[in-house]
């Protein structure tokens, strides 16, 4: 214990006012990135426990005003919003449990070397990451398939992804193959070396894949906005997004009346306060997965970049 | 088959085993990789095919195979179009930037967050900065919204410091859009973006500092001649790569953080073939708008894909 700060020392003698200057200033534009990194985050976080007419009355930078939970009793009462977070829920657990499976076994399955036929299934999984039908083809296709204005339309076209395929294959590729060979001769059958041998080793790359899946199927906006009309099956990401349209409006309706002084509430959620409340709701879910996940994703990234 | 086995059964126990449990293998897997094929030509492979509406004219009581032919017609439609132009032009404007503005960007990251001293804080800010990628777009729009509103969190700061009177119009002045959405797209996506230069970094094979500390290079000169080069293969080849987005635009900057008074600069060729189609439902126009943009990214790819691996067996120093 008592050689450490010898060794401090000695280090730190070492330092030229080149390595000051360079650690000062790395350290320094890590601070400035962290800041705009977290802050517009944590404003939410404020914006979102503070009584909206009072926010709106008096800008907030560090500390909420007039704590409270209005917002986000604003939001529990609005069906529409409640409704849209229990899709979103729904459609990101099945999205993760079956994108997640069909996509892996495909990977198994591609980088197994006994597999005939193989280069072909390939490509024709490549291909399609470079061309597609695009939208029109894609929509009137979904349409005559009966998928339009379905919760089936947020399950089924993305079973398979090609870009988790890859990034699940560079992985796969690693399993020494004598390991699933002497399972093989040992008399266990394909399903029992993928669950007693193939996934217990995946671990990582199944966290970092689930977290893809499970943040695209909760952050997505289009597939709602354009293959559903049904305002009761839009995930919570539309909803949020007509939301912020219709709370510019009502806003400055609002900013107006206060203005003016026709407004004689001093307190109480406004468009602006509830519209926090939801963003920080939407955003809250992947906060709490975020720690757990994040020390796979950057491994299971930085393979498949280096392999792709 | 089975006949093939039994007289191989008949001739050697051992062999016919081995070749029994090659079968039952190579069945299982292609039982695994099926489905996905089938997957692949339903969701892909048809809507490909389905580009055929584009030299059609398409009505909905119908499906895509049988409408009357129209040649050429929509391509020659929408070319004369000004509204197209347009969002071409758009589409371009915005690649450019993101790939001269926001490119740099992690790599200056990367560089810089790689030269802290203290560990854990180094973790830290990592960690964080991947983070605004998880964040759905409609939050991150919503948010900068507000904030740069005409009375949002950085105008009301402004006006209180005194440093101006009047609010400035951010997201309703055409002339600033192209430039606060690429802003808030890299606010979005610079750290994650960043990875791939962390790890070209942790690549670099640590004797050479070694040796360059031992030489009397200052830590200036270790980026310069050790770090720069040894993340440079990975920035041409992610530059070259880039080519290939060049006429795919970003559809979450244009719905989300576009509004009417900004049209003019934020409608890309995505936004006008979904209103093309969805929006008037004239189908095979729309759809020739898509397969013209299609072709255009297709070959940009596959020439950006040519161009690194090229560039991968022959090195550019």
């Not at chain 1, 197994?112 to 399609?128: D, E, N, P, V």
């Not at chain 1, 293959?227 to 107006?256: C, G, P, Y």
């Not at chain 2, 959405?181 to 890299?186: C, E, N, P, R, Y």
Request: glycine residues 4%; positive net charge; proline residues 4%.
């Amino acid at each position: 214990m008592t050689k450490i700060p010898n060794k401090d020392k000695a280090t730190k003698i070492r330092l030229t006012p080149e390595d000051h200057l360079v650690n000062g200033f790395s350290t320094f534009f890590a601070f400035i990135v962290f800041l705009l990194t977290v802050y517009p985050i944590y404003y939410c976080t404020i914006y979102a426990f503070s009584d909206g007419k009072s926010a709106l009355a008096h800008q907030i930078y560090f500390w909420p005003v007039d704590i409270t939970l209005d917002n986000f009793k604003a939001v529990l009462e609005d069906d529409l919003l409640v409704n849209s977070f229990l899709i979103s829920v729904a459609r990101t657990t099945l999205s993760v449990l079956t994108s997640v499976s069909f996509t892996a076994l495909t990977a198994y399955a591609l980088t197994r070397k006994q597999l005939a036929g193989r280069k072909i299934y390939s490509m024709i999984a490549m291909f399609t990451m470079y061309f597609g039908g695009g939208m029109i083809p894609t929509y009137l296709w979904f349409r005559s398939l009966r998928l339009i204005n379905t919760f089936a339309v947020y399950i089924i076209p993305s079973l398979l992804n090609v870009y988790h395929m890859l990034l699940f294959m560079a992985f796969f590729r690693d399993i020494p193959d004598s390991l699933i060979e002497s399972a093989y001769l040992d008399g266990a059958s394909e399903i029992k070396i993928l669950v007693r041998i193939v996934i217990p080793l995946s671990t990582p790359i199944l966290a970092t894949i689930s977290l893809f899946t499970g943040v695209n199927a909760w952050n997505d906006w289009y597939t709602s906005a354009y293959f559903v009309n049904d305002q009761r099956l839009m995930t919570m990401s539309t909803i949020l997004m007509r939301l912020v349209s219709a709370a510019d409006a009502a806003q400055k309706a609002m900013e107006m009346a206060s203005l003016t002084g026709a407004d004689v509430k001093v307190s109480g959620p406004t468009p602006a306060s509830i519209q926090y409340a939801t963003m920080l709701i939407s955003i809250l879910p992947v906060m709490c997965v975020y720690p757990f996940v994040q020390k796979y994703f950057v491994k299971g990234v930085m393979v498949g970049a280096i392999k792709a | 088959m089975f006949k093939s086995l039994k007289s191989l059964a008949s001739q050697d126990p051992v062999l016919a085993e081995q070749a029994r449990i090659r079968f039952k293998k190579q069945l299982s897997y292609q039982l695994m990789i099926w489905p996905s094929i089938i997957f692949l030509i339903i969701f892909s492979y048809i809507p490909i095919a389905g580009l055929v509406i584009a030299f059609q004219d398409y009505s909905l009581s119908t499906s895509y195979f049988n409408n009357p032919w129209a040649g050429l017609k929509h391509f020659k439609a929408f070319l004369n179009d000004s509204t197209f132009w347009m969002s071409f032009r758009n589409t371009i404007e915005l690649s450019l930037l993101r790939m001269f503005l926001v490119f740099p960007m992690p790599i200056l990251l990367a560089l810089i967050i790689n030269e802290i001293p203290y560990i854990k804080y180094k973790k830290i800010v990592q960690t964080c900065s991947y983070f605004p990628h998880f964040i759905a777009y409609v939050v991150v729009a919503a948010l900068w919204k507000d904030v740069l509103g005409n009375r949002g969190l950085v105008n009301n700061f402004l006006i209180s410091t005194g440093l101006i009177s009047e609010p400035i119009k951010f997201w309703t002045d055409p002339a600033k859009f192209k430039i606060l959405a690429t802003l808030v797209d890299m606010w979005k996506g610079v750290g994650w973006n960043a990875i791939i230069y962390f790890a070209a970094i942790s690549g670099i094979n640590s004797e050479l500092y070694e040796a360059a500390r031992i030489d009397g290079a200052g830590r200036l000169q270790q980026i310069r001649y050790i770090t720069l080069p040894g993340i440079m293969n990975t920035v041409i080849i992610m530059f070259i790569l880039s080519i290939g987005g060049l006429v795919s635009g970003n559809l979450n900057i244009s719905v989300l953080l576009g509004n009417s008074f900004t049209k003019s600069q934020s409608y890309i060729i995505e936004y006008y073939t979904l209103d093309m189609g969805l929006g008037t439902m004239r189908y095979s126009f729309a759809t020739a708008v898509g397969m013209f943009q299609s072709l255009i990214s297709f070959l940009l790819v596959v020439f950006a894909n040519h161009v690194s691996n090229k560039y991968n067996e022959v090195g550019l120093f």
